[in-house]
């Protein structure tokens, strides 16, 4: 298969991929699935209509073909699939793809860890919103201590998994953690990104006034370290990064709401029954599974799709407003992936 570069309107290029293995999560966190949304009636997606790991393996074969360079595994939860490592497995072998991670909330990471490094996993990265375990049982509310899921990280560093965790930030939920998850994880050598609040979905209550901003976060770390910016590794990097003075160690700032990254957005995402979305706010998907059941080739898939990515003109967060943020219809973080 020929190698091409896709590009959108706006002459982003088609690198980063992230591909949904399942739309159920271990956690009920408050801002994303919701106990009175998702509670013991919510019916979840049956297994016949998510993607078998040969179509998934399928498509990413076309996808990097087309450039993509990076593949990250989401959910739901991605290690709630059964046999995940014989997935990794597969899109390891393909030629051309140059990194492939992985995003978990970490409840089974201690247990897997070693199975998912033996299939070719380079990298994790582990949501953990509070060191405080009152606070982080009231936000995964199904009550996982952050003891666990430190356990799981140990264990992925010992296998030889590379770390890096992520914390959502609430305004009156758990911003009084900011600083100490700063100061534990700069000792582990590890590095923390901040992730503002955002109007992913529509169940999460959100609203400007609960957003913690890069810009705040930033000056509470900066009155205790001494932080120096670090330059974008690669085009369409999201993470705004600084190092702390003297280390090898990281911090990094997702600034969706405060400081838009549309410009440089490489991004697209494969939701668990296979729709293709060009951005993490849209509204609706191309249904690739339907294609990929109708016995179609390659050559006909790419040439149906690729106007999807090509005619993408998505700005989002450089448009939003508290009109668009309450009204506009958004599919639900744990469907389409973070």
């Known amino acids: 298969m020929v190698q091409t570069t896709l590009q959108d309107k706006f002459g982003r290029p088609l690198q980063d991929l992230r591909i949904s293995v399942t739309d159920r999560c271990s956690f009920r966190c408050t801002y994303c699935m919701p106990k009175e949304i998702f509670g013991k009636d919510f019916k979840f997606m049956p297994r016949d209509q998510l993607l078998s790991f040969e179509e998934i393996e399928r498509l990413a074969k076309i996808f990097v073909s087309l450039g993509v360079k990076k593949i990250r595994l989401t959910g739901g939860e991605p290690l709630l699939r059964r046999n995940l490592p014989e997935l990794i497995e597969k899109l390891t072998a393909i030629d051309g793809l140059e990194d492939i991670g992985l995003t978990t909330n970490g409840a089974l990471l201690e247990k897997q860890a070693e199975k998912l490094k033996a299939a070719g996993l ?23 201590s952050p003891e666990h899921i430190l356990k799981g990280v140990k264990k992925a ?14 305004k009156g939920l758990n911003d009084n953690e900011i600083l100490p998850m700063a100061t534990y994880f700069k000792k582990q050598g ?12 529509q ?54 709401v405060s400081e838009s990254f549309c410009s440089t957005c490489t991004r697209a995402r494969i939701s668990a029954d296979g729709k293709f979305y060009t951005c993490l706010f849209a509204a609706s998907g191309f249904d690739l599974k339907e294609l990929v059941r109708s016995g179609i080739t390659d050559e006909e898939l790419i040439a149906a ?22 009204n506009k219809p958004k599919i639900e973080m744990s469907y389409i992936g973070g």
């Open 305 to 326: 799709f690729t106007p999807t990515w090509t005619n993408r003109s998505d700005r989002y967060s450089d448009e939003r407003t508290a009109e668009t943020a309450k």
């Open 122 to 144: 380079v990298r994790v990265n582990v949501s953990l919103d509070a060191l405080d375990e009152n606070k982080f049982k009231s936000i995964n509310d199904v009550g996982v």
């Open 203 to 256: 169940t999460n209550g959100w609203d400007f006034k609960h957003v913690v901003t890069k810009k705040e976060i930033f000056n509470e770390l900066s009155q205790h370290f001494q932080l120096e910016p670090v330059d974008p590794a690669y085009l369409g990097e999201v993470a705004k990064r600084y190092r702390y003075n003297g280390t090898e160690t990281e911090v990094g700032f997702i600034t969706s």
């Open 157 to 170: 560093q010992e296998v030889g998994l590379e770390v890096k965790m992520n914390m959502v930030v609430k």
């Open 190 to 201: 590890i590095s923390l990104r901040f992730i503002e609040f955002m109007d992913v979905g």
